[in-house]
């Protein structure tokens, strides 16, 4: 049973576009959403996060946007660089579980020079 | 400051046999949360130490075990390996009294392992 669902698993943007990641999650529960970056052999690093109570969070050319009605995350580059190629990560906590992360299945993004 | 670290990097193992992976979290770190990554899959959830003892467990079987020891490192056991346990498995630390945060929880580059 995925809870959280990354539908595209790739992307290609060319550099200083726009590069949109969507996310969407099934459970109504969920309050704590983050956005994860992974190169290869590498471990996951934080990108940004966005808690139930907002819509919207931005951080250089990092947005993400929730929409609790539509149960979708997504997670706005602008402009994207090349260096932004990596597999993104949704990650959604549930709270009152703990802090156990459920994550999408990733999407890989190609920022195309 | 070392991050998180876990060894070791790559290994094969054979049907049926066992293996441990380890992880030392980044200092000042209590918490130990392990997950497992197939190919072409998002991180899932294994289980979580805290104080030496298993606090969450996600839906793995019984063949997965763990163990945390006084320092905060964690060891991930896999016995009867099956050829489907390939895969990265990855150690996440963090802070338990620091609450949740992406800020607050710190991945290691993971163990790759492949069973042949």
């Known amino acids: 049973d995925q809870q959280v669902k990354q539908n595209s698993p790739s992307l290609s943007v060319q550099e200083g576009r726009i590069s949109i990641l969507n996310c969407d999650y099934t459970?109504?529960?969920?309050?704590?959403f983050l956005w994860y970056k992974k190169y290869p052999a590498e471990g996951p690093t934080f990108l940004i996060s966005?808690?139930?109570?907002?819509d919207k969070n931005e951080d250089g050319r990092f947005t993400v946007f929730l929409n609790k009605s539509a149960k979708h995350l997504s997670l706005h580059i602008v402009p994207s660089q090349p260096g932004d190629s990596a597999v993104y990560f949704c990650?959604?906590?549930?709270?009152?579980?703990?802090?156990?992360?459920?994550f999408g299945t990733g999407t890989s993004l190609t920022v195309i020079p | 400051d070392a991050g998180v670290t876990q060894s070791p990097t790559h290994l094969i193992k054979t049907r049926g046999q066992q293996v441990t992976l380890r992880c030392s979290p980044k200092?000042?770190?209590?918490?130990v949360s392990w997950y497992q990554q197939a190919l072409g899959q998002g991180p899932q959830f294994i289980f979580q130490?805290?104080?030496?003892?298993?606090?969450q467990r996600g839906n793995f079987p019984d063949r997965f075990s763990g163990h945390q020891f006084p320092n905060y490192s964690s060891e991930l056991n896999v016995n009867a390996l099956l050829l489907g346990d390939s895969a990265l498995y990855l150690c996440?630390?963090?802070?338990?009294?620091?609450?949740?945060?992406?800020?607050?929880?710190?991945f290691g580059e993971g163990s790759w392992l492949t069973v042949v």
């Open positions: 996440a630390s963090s802070l338990l009294a620091a609450g949740v945060s992406g800020n607050t929880i710190y």
């Open positions: 459970n109504s529960m969920f309050d704590y």
């Open positions: 966005i808690s139930s109570i907002k």
């Open positions: 990650a959604i906590l549930r709270g009152d579980t703990g802090n156990q992360f459920y």
């Open positions: 200092s000042g770190h209590d918490t």
């Open positions: 130490y805290y104080e030496e003892e298993e606090r």
